[in-house]
């Protein structure tokens, strides 16, 4: 079974995805995409001998060339980990039930247009929540709207500020995704 996995940063999770089905001779990460030729997850698709393709914001939304090659590929699941561009329609369709998204809040808190990495954790500690976590889930059309697969959470004080939440958040983000990941998978 193949994977694709999309990120637009530093790629932390896609690191974490590769290792984790490293030893696993059933499911491959075949294909990391960014929109971000200077992306980290780029990097590490490199290291791992993966294939890297780099892509703009047209080529997204224009879609076929980039389904073609998922197609070409034998993707079954595409993981959003860390990309920041919305998926068109076109491209929802022609993988219906087949994207799946990390987001770093329990949606549908802290989600939507413009809610992303730290902005999440800024409007968590600004409506002083006693709990935040990471939320699995399908893409529709709509941002961070789909169906949820699963939630993790973690609990928060008085003590915490920024960095503390983007390490708690990480530290789910390492234990859970890439195995809910492979449950989904075995899924589909
Ligand atoms: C993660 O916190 C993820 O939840 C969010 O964007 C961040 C990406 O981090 N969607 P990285 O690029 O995987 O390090």
Do not use: W
Not at 53 to 67: G, H, M, P
Not at 87 to 101: A, L, Q, R, Y
Not at 159 to 181: A, R
Request: charged share 25%; aromatic share 8%.
């Amino acid at each position: 079974m193949n994977l694709a996995l999309f990120a637009s940063g530093t790629g932390s999770n896609v690191k974490n995805i590769i290792d984790f089905f490293k030893k696993n001779e059933t499911i491959n990460i075949v294909l990391v995409v960014s929109n971000n030729s200077s992306a980290g997850a780029l990097i590490h698709a490199k290291n791992n001998d993966i294939e890297q393709l780099t892509i703009d914001k047209d080529a997204l939304n224009e879609s076929t060339t980039i389904c073609e090659t998922l197609h070409e590929q034998e993707v079954e699941l595409v993981v959003l980990a860390g990309f920041l561009l919305k998926i068109p329609e076109k491209f929802i369709s022609n993988f219906k039930g087949k994207i799946i998204n990390l987001h770093p809040s329990l949606l549908p808190k802290f989600g939507g247009k413009g809610m992303y990495g730290n902005n999440v954790h800024k409007a968590v500690l600004a409506a002083k929540e006693k709990k935040t976590g990471i939320t699995i889930h399908f893409v529709n059309e709509n941002y961070d709207e789909g169906a949820i697969i699963e939630q993790f959470e973690t609990v928060l004080t008085n003590e915490d500020d920024l960095s503390s939440i983007v390490e708690k958040i990480k530290k789910l983000e390492k234990l859970y995704f890439p195995s809910t990941i492979e449950r989904l998978i075995y899924k589909l």
